[in-house]
């Protein structure tokens, strides 16, 4: 079975390096003239498939802004996932799971195992209750070719709290996740399956990112305020393996699928700029 790094790999190379997320929160469904509910949550979902499903290499749906709407939110979920797999994106569901035991085994099943109806090609994760509390979901992933997404360096200014907090051995808790994440990684070609989340809104973090293998995605471009010139600064070295994500400043352009498709190439022309290999 093809590893969720190489499907990856592949994707960016043919379409670009580029994320889309779907977030589909009051103001958002206001600015496109749709209703607060489900019809409008359906709308507007089916309108990013319909622009982007074919363009963009991968899209990112925020589960909250379904779940909000109970059953019948998750339902939409469901379809938009299989809309957009089929269209032939890659899908990585923004859940930020993490749990132990049973319980994280159940959230592994009901994302990463392809029985289940919201299943998609990766899923983000919360390692705050040990990177090795995730493992359900890495061997899930592994099995059937999927991949996780861990946090490590978020652009929230709470997080860093947590994050960059120093343990015994000298290194911060960020710099434990990065490293757990690389051993996942390693001897993985062309790409590892198990990637890290990294705001780019971050700046100079002083970790090293150099010995990861895996994706990079990269969150806070356009209206959460980083510019695809900040990847440069946040990644340096590691630049090849950043996948950047925008959400906001691609969807302010609907509902007008043109303009979304227009916003998404104007996107991934920065991306392309600032991820370039310069001597």
């Known amino acids: 079975m093809e590893s969720f790094g190489a499907r990856l790999h592949r994707a960016v190379a043919?379409?670009?390096?580029?994320?889309?997320?779907?977030?589909?929160?009051?103001?958002?469904?206001?600015?496109?003239g749709l209703a607060d509910d489900v019809e409008g949550l359906d709308r507007f979902s089916r309108t990013v498939v319909e622009a982007l499903g074919e363009q963009v290499a991968v899209v990112k749906p925020q589960s909250?802004?379904?779940?909000?709407?109970?059953?019948?939110?998750?339902?939409?979920l469901e379809s938009t996932i299989r809309q957009l797999r089929n269209a032939g994106a890659l899908v990585v569901l923004d859940a930020k799971r993490g749990d132990i035991g049973s319980t994280v085994s159940a959230y592994a099943s009901a994302y990463l195992d392809p029985s289940s109806p919201l299943y998609a090609d990766a899923v983000t994760a919360s390692p705050y209750l040990g990177v090795g509390s995730l493992a359900p979901m890495f061997e899930l992933a592994a099995a059937h070719g999927g991949g996780v997404?861990?946090?490590?360096?978020?652009?929230?200014?709470?997080?860093?709290?947590?994050?960059r907090a120093v343990g015994a051995d000298g290194r911060t808790v960020a710099q434990t996740v990065i490293d757990e994440i690389s051993q996942l990684n390693r001897g993985a070609e062309p790409l590892g399956s198990f990637g890290l989340v990294v705001g780019a809104t971050v700046g100079e973090t002083g970790?090293?990112?150099?010995?990861?293998?895996?994706?990079?995605?990269?969150?806070?471009l356009g209206a959460q305020g980083a510019t695809a010139a900040d990847l440069r600064t946040v990644f340096g070295s590691s630049?090849?393996?950043v996948l950047p994500s925008y959400s906001r400043e691609v969807l302010h352009a609907g509902p007008d699928p043109a303009a979304l498709r227009a916003a998404a190439e104007r996107a991934l022309a920065d991306c392309r700029a600032a991820l370039a290999v310069r001597d």
């Open 207 to 220: 970790h090293d990112l150099s010995e990861v293998n895996g994706p990079l995605l990269a969150p806070g």
């Open 64 to 76: 909250a802004f379904f779940e909000r709407f109970g059953s019948r939110g998750i339902g939409v």
């Open 14 to 32: 043919e379409r670009g390096p580029l994320c889309v997320g779907i977030d589909p929160h009051p103001g958002l469904l206001a600015r496109w």
């Open 149 to 163: 997404f861990v946090l490590a360096l978020t652009s929230n200014p709470e997080g860093a709290a947590v994050q």
């Open 239 to 241: 630049l090849p393996s």
